[in-house]
C-alpha cells in the first residue's frame, strides 16, 4: 500500500485527522490532489530531522503527552 493510498483510508476512518506527507516527487497534479483531500502538509525529500520537527509544528501545533 502507497502512502497516498493509506492516507485515503485513514480519512474514511477519521475525517478529521490531520497528516502530513512526505515525498520525493510530485507533480502539481498529485500536490492538488493532496490538497483537496487535506493534507495538513507534504515537503518534499530529502529532508533534515530539524526541517521535520518545524514542520510538524508548523502543520500540526503541538499536543500534550500524557
Known amino acids: 500500500m502507497s502512502g497516498w493510498e493509506a492516507f ?3 480519512l474514511q476512518i477519521r475525517a ?3 497528516v ?3 515525498t520525493g516527487q510530485l ?3 498529485v500536490r492538488d490532489e493532496i490538497n483537496r483531500a487535506g ?3 507534504f515537503p ?3 529532508w533534515s530531522i530539524p526541517d521535520a520537527v518545524s514542520e510538524v509544528r508548523a502543520r500540526l501545533g503541538t ?3 500524557g
Do not use: E, T
Request: charge should be positive.
Open 20 to 22: 502530513i506527507l512526505m
Open 44 to 46: 518534499a525529500k530529502p
Open 63 to 65: 499536543v500534550a503527552v
Open 8 to 10: 485515503r483510508r485513514v
Open 16 to 18: 478529521a485527522i490531520r
Open 27 to 29: 507533480s502539481p497534479a
Open 39 to 41: 493534507a495538513a502538509g
